[in-house]
């Protein structure tokens, strides 16, 4: 047997022919860059680089070194697509997407909207953004702000995204990449849910207790030792609570604010009952129109993949070779068309749509190149806002 030190030396010696062709390659691939600069041909050839990679796995002497082969090179190649973005910007072809700058959003006179009652944490989130003197509405569903927005009867909408304890609304993330507005601005607010009656209920009176689902995840374990209670989903808190009052039965409760208790008549029976002391909830501003300042620090996308092995590592790795930073990832199943009611989309089993959010302004030239690869490379591609 060879003696591991030999054997060493020989891998460091291949390691250092493999490195000097790999910068020979790198060279090639600028000068097809200017190539395509020339003649204005993409950078992404879908069709060659699968035939290539056929052939070259096809080189391997095992199933292993097959396997092997092609991911090194889909690699490889991934890595020339990226210098060959950046020789693109380096020569003036920018890829700038269709936002206009402003030094900040028109606030004035706007009309805002937001899903729910008065009381509902939206409205909080809403006066704590634009001040309590703002000019707002609400409406039934949170797809009714959006349509608001699209026919023209509201200039921006105020949307939960992203709850501490409970995790992501779904249902915004799909609106979002559904519509073609755009995030200008985003809210965090403390979220502190109290146990709401009757004012002559007393807690021992309670049977059955309403909210809006979050909230009743996010009271989880509060509830968990009330196992006798009956739990009812209802659209949000304000609703809740207004339905306590409306019904004026006094063993029925609702989770809300304590907003909630003082705008409908409702005594506080147990106070900060949520899981995490801490909780906070993010609410995003959305308008039609395609904005951004020139402060914005985070971008927010989404974009579909092929169901294939490695194709989210790809994807992924233009905020790498980027330097960016990525501070938030989700997925949802993708959709694929219109379903028999207005307003509805099937899902494609199994296959999904990736929300990510990163830091940069669409300015940067690091950032324009992350999004032309991605915009090239993925299916649906969509900036959702620069804020």
Known sequence: MRDLSELREEIDRIDRE?????????KIAAQVAAYKIETGKKVLDREREASKLAVLAALGDSEFNRYGIRELFEQIMAMSRKRQYQLLTEHGISWKPDFTEVDRPDYAGARIVFQGLEGAYTQLALKEYFGAD???CHVETWRDA???IAKGEADYAVLPIENSSAGIVSENYDLMAEYEHCIVGEQVIRIDHALLGLPGAKLSDITDVYSHPQALMQCSGYLENRRDWEKHSIKNTAMAARKIKEDGKV??????SRLNAEIYGLKV???RIQNNKTNATRFIIVTGKRIFTKGAGK???CFEIPHESGSLYRTLS???????NMNHIESRPAVCGSGTEEGETEKKNWEYRF???FDGNLNDAAVQNALRGLSEETVRFKILGNY
Not at 318 to 324: K, Q, T, V
């Open 18 to 26: 493999i490195v000097a062709l790999y910068q020979e390659r790198m």
């Open 134 to 136: 703002a000019d707002s």
């Open 146 to 148: 959006m349509d608001a």
């Open 251 to 256: 063993y029925k409760a609702a989770i809300g």
């Open 269 to 271: 029976l147990e106070e």
């Open 299 to 301: 971008i927010s996308v």
């Open 318 to 324: 233009h905020f790498i070779y980027n330097g960016l």
């Open 355 to 357: 929300f990510v959010d």
